[in-house]
Nanobody, 126 residues
Framework: QVQLVESGGGLVQAGGSLRLSCTAS????????MGWFRQAPGKEREFVAA???????????DYADSVKGRFTISRDNAKSTVYLQMSSLKPEDTAVYCC????????????????WGQGTQVTVSS
């Protein structure tokens, strides 16, 4: 059973940056697509970014249009950790951010992810 633990959330002013981390245990980390999703109050969970190691040192990443150019997803397989570097943050980025793991190739729909972390709150003040 894969377990995921996020960290790095907090309160930041608009225009600022945060880096989220998610550390996995209980599985072969490199075999999983790792994704970040977020959910704001009163809204549905939405895809943010995902990264998949297609083959050794060849990575595919995908981003939601709303975060392209501002967020960067990366992974360190040796540490079983995925990161989300968030820059130029906007108040509309305020949400609970969850990481998730999917065995196999990259997908961006939350229904296909089997393993989820508890989430970390990101609040962007205007």
């Amino acid at each position: 059973q894969v377990q995921l633990v996020e960290s790095g959330g907090g309160l930041v002013q608009a225009g600022g940056s945060l880096r989220l981390s998610c550390t996995a245990s209980g599985g072969t980390f490199s075999s999983y697509t790792m994704g970040w999703f977020r959910q704001a109050p009163g809204k549905e969970r939405e895809f943010v970014a995902a990264i998949w190691e297609k083959s050794r040192n060849i990575y595919y990443a995908d981003y939601a249009d709303s975060v392209k150019g501002r967020f960067t997803i990366s992974r360190d397989n040796a540490k079983s950790t995925v990161y989300l570097q968030m820059s130029s943050l906007k108040p509309e980025d305020t949400a609970v951010y969850c990481c998730a793991a999917l065995y196999g190739r990259l997908r961006n729909t939350p229904e296909e992810y089997r393993h989820w972390g508890q989430g970390t709150q990101v609040t962007v003040s205007s």
